[in-house]
């Protein structure tokens, strides 16, 4: 058959196409990189916060949480925990307050540990976090 | 004399012209149905739109739509060298859209406008600058349509690139001509 | 099998079933502690145990994806590997840090496992699915090199096959879009948006370069097919994947303080990312229908059917469900999203690992084409057990997670999660039984590659009417 649906075609799609949309995608990556700085309360990013930051990672919080609905499913959101909370001491004292054996027959955060260094700044990253100016106010309910 | 394929071109360039269209046709239905919902925001901000800009891009791009229809019909009959020139006027006519478009869109970026603004400037952005790459995409189709048609590649026998170019080169005037009267005219 | 080194392959490909073993048997434990709170505890903790069932998963399908280099590269290219030792030595490199990371996850808490690791220097660890120490991090740079490398100059040096270059180009992807795991900044905005480039832009882009090679392959040998009539579709579909992939990745930045416009470009690009997942179910009957010949191996063929249909059902359908910004806003991290994970990481990358391993085992364990008759009966009682569990397991979770999303989002009254959990259980217990059952599947499976290996091969009954 004449028809030229030839594999040369295909192949110039394949390259144009990629091009072209990863070069939107970049140009929409710049666009998004001018308006963040207006939404990611970066105010309140100091030593504290990043340290609490590595205290969350270190000790893989996201295995059980989600963090502004990214991470696991098996305990609460905590995107919103500060409000939800309405302080840092109530989350310090919730973390603090863990028993080293769980509860019988049921999900229980393990007990980390942390010293008051520690506590402070996880306590203090999510409360950034809680800053971070979300599309519609995400998560839609105090719940998560 | 083998009977006209239809349709003109690559099957391939139909498919993708057809999941452009689609993609295009989402993006109006949501602006159409965001508009509904704010029509007062809507009307006020396509107040600042420049009319006669985009006015000046309409004539342009159905210009270069005819030019590239004349390098069809110039190919048909086995003349490269018009193909060529022809496909040089499109092209032309598209440079000038690329520059009346930048215009407007520097107009804008200088005022701080960008995708955040509002919800119409993010249609209006979103959908004008979609079209816009839409352009210099086929732009560099039509370039290498025409570079191939200068160095002898098509005759009337053998010029499935040119109708494929040209197809795609519709297709941008066309969203166009849709997109036109939809942000910038509607009220 | 044509080419001696590709009898590397076998590491590999037994490495990934050992692995995938592991990986469900974790995925069992922490089954269970969604429904008994303290199984395990303290000893065990869900992050720990999850963090092994995902990071295996991963793994094992990276194994997979070696081997299948290792195994198609040579052959498409018409010769030998150009390093066949640097393959053997970075598998061994590849298991050992492999199997370390793992040992850690669950022998010692996080917190531990970071100060070993020295994670001071150059924090990484501890996001989700990044989980991996630095120094394990670095180590799979080294490995990916390697292995680039390795197959890279194999290709330069052979026959240059469109299957070839796509493998190669979704190959580099993989490495290149990993980079992206050494970025790691306070700003949670720039952090996330960025960890997407690693898992949105592996999941529904470059693998799917790897997974349209492979299957394109795949389908050549089992066919008949002419490669040019292939390796056309095979263009097209990995064009529509990246087309829509791409931009695609914005259903991901509707929620994380990134700027509204978002919701539109990603819900309007992720609508379209089904299309390449049906373009691929059309193309994968489509040359079965038109094969000029019967292949002995059917379970091959069962594999590759069943990877396109469950790709396109898990990452296309269920995808599709929760993509739409207004939807997302209400099913935005609940059980949809792991109803999602389970069946689009099943259908799209699992299967297509078994059927490569399905196809290429039976050749690098001596057979002609296939194995024997039983075996295969046995092979393909695996297929069903295994993909008809995966597809409970999903309908299971999208109903906790419609409940999910009704009682803690949606209703007047919204629920604690907790509170939640507990009255959407009986979904939990339904899924981990469903999850018994793949696990036996699983069984049958292994089991499949130790029974009938004495009896005949397999042949073809009857000749196709070639349609041609």
């Known amino acids: 058959m004449a028809q030229a649906f030839t594999k040369a075609m295909a192949r110039n799609i394949f390259y144009g196409g990629t091009a072209f949309f990863f070069l939107l995608f970049l140009a929409l990556t710049f666009q998004t990189h001018s308006v963040v700085p207006e939404r990611d309360n970066h105010e309140a990013i100091n030593d504290t916060v990043a340290l609490g930051k590595k205290v969350w990672e270190e000790n893989d919080c996201i295995g059980c949480h989600t963090l502004l609905g990214e991470g696991a499913y098996f305990a609460p959101e905590l995107g919103n925990v500060y409000k939800r909370f309405g302080s840092t001491d109530a989350i310090k004292a919730f973390i603090k307050s863990r028993p080293v054996n769980g509860v019988p027959g049921r999900r229980s955060m393990p007990q980390f540990n942390l010293s008051d260094e520690e506590l402070e700044a996880v306590a203090q990253f999510l409360k950034y976090v809680s800053g971070v100016k979300t599309n519609r106010n995400w998560p839609p309910t105090p719940q998560g | 004399m083998e009977k006209p394929r239809w349709p003109p071109g690559d099957l391939v360039i139909w498919i993708f012209i057809l999941a452009e269209l689609l993609a295009f046709g989402i993006f109006f239905a949501a602006y159409a149905f965001t508009r509904a919902n704010h029509v007062e925001l809507f009307n006020t901000y396509q107040l600042t739109l420049d009319r006669n800009a985009a006015l000046i891009n309409t004539v342009a791009l159905i210009t270069s739509s005819y030019f590239v229809v004349r390098a069809v019909a110039s190919i048909r009959q086995d003349d490269s060298r018009r193909c060529f020139h022809w496909l040089l006027a499109a092209l032309a006519m598209g440079t000038l859209f690329l520059l009346v478009k930048s215009a407007e869109y520097h107009h804008h970026f200088s005022q701080g406008i960008n995708l955040s603004t509002n919800t119409f400037y993010m249609f209006y952005l979103s959908l004008t600058f979609f079209h816009f790459l839409h352009v210099i995409l086929g732009m560099v189709i039509l370039l290498a349509v025409a570079l191939k048609a200068r160095r002898g590649c098509y005759s009337a026998a053998e010029h499935t690139g040119v109708e494929t170019g040209a197809s795609y080169w519709h297709m941008v005037d066309l969203v166009w001509m849709i997109l036109f009267p939809l942000v910038y005219v509607m009220r | 099998m044509k080419y001696q080194s590709q ?27 969604y429904i008994w709170g303290d199984f395990l505890f303290p000893t065990l903790p869900f992050n720990q145990a999850r963090a092994v069932h995902t990071n295996l998963l991963i793994v094992w399908l990276i194994f997979g994806f070696m081997g299948a280099a290792y195994y198609l590269v040579p052959e498409e290219a018409e010769t030998d590997l150009v390093m066949p030792w640097l393959a053997k030595l970075m598998f061994w490199i590849f298991l050992a840090a492999g199997a370390a990371t793992i040992v850690g996850y669950i022998v010692m808490p996080f917190a531990d496992l970071a100060k070993l690791t020295q994670n001071d220097l150059f924090p990484t660890m501890g996001r989700e699915f990044l989980e991996q ?47 992206f795991a050494f970025f790691n900044p306070t700003n949670i905005v720039w952090d996330k948006y960025y960890w997407w480039w690693v898992v949105h832009l592996w999941v529904e882009g470059v693998w799917e370069l790897i997974l349209g090679s492979i299957l394109a392959f795949i389908l050549i040998k089992t066919t008949g097919v002419d490669r040019e009539v292939i390796e056309k579709w095979l263009y097209v579909i990995i064009a529509m994947t990246l087309i829509t992939g791409i931009v695609g990745t914005g259903h991901h930045y509707y929620w994380i303080g990134t700027p509204e416009f978002w919701q539109w470009w990603g819900s309007i690009f992720s609508a379209l990312e089904p299309i390449p997942f049906f ?20 379970a091959a063929v069962l594999w590759a059917l069943g990877t396109a249909v469950m790709a396109f059902l898990g990452a296309g359908v269920w995808g599709f469900l929760h993509t739409l910004a207004p939807v997302n806003y209400y099913t935005h991290g609940t059980q949809i999203t792991a109803a999602h994970g389970h069946m689009a990481f099943y259908g799209a990358y699992v299967m ?49 997670g419609i409940l999910q999303v009704y009682l803690q989002r949606f209703s007047d009254n919204p629920l604690p999660f ?51």
């Open chain 3, 352 to 400: 297509i690992n078994l059927a490569i391993i399905s196809y290429a085992m039976p050749l690098l364990r001596g057979r002609e084409a296939a194995n024997s008759n039983k075996s295969q009966v046995l092979e393909m009682w695996s297929f069903w057990l295994m993909t008809i569990s995966i597809v409970f397991i999903t309908l299971f979770l999208t109903a906790a």
């Open chain 3, 133 to 179: 120490p630095t120094i394990t991090k670095l180590g799979i740079v080294v490995v990916a090199l390697a292995f680039l490398a390795n197959i890279g100059f194999t290709i330069l040096k052979g026959r240059k096959t469109v299957i070839n270059l796509v493998l190669l180009m979704g190959l580099t992807g993989l490495a290149v879009f990993f980079l």
């Open chain 3, 418 to 468: 907790m509170v939640v959990q507990s009255k959407i259980e009986l979904f939990y217990v339904l899924r981990e039984l469903t999850g018994l059952v793949f696990l036996a599947g699983l069984i049958v499976y292994v089991a499949s590659f130790f029974v009938g290996s004495r009896e005949p091969e397999a042949t073809v009954e009857g000749e196709v009417v070639a349609a041609s």
């Open chain 3, 7 to 33: 009898k590397v392959a076998k590491l590999y490909f037994i490495a990934a079933i050992g692995l995938f073993v592991g990986q469900i048997l974790f995925g069992l434990i922490i089954g269970a502690q």
């Open chain 3, 279 to 298: 373009m691929m179910t059309v193309f994968a009957f489509n040359m079965v229908n038109k094969r000029r010949r019967n292949h002995p191996n059917k």
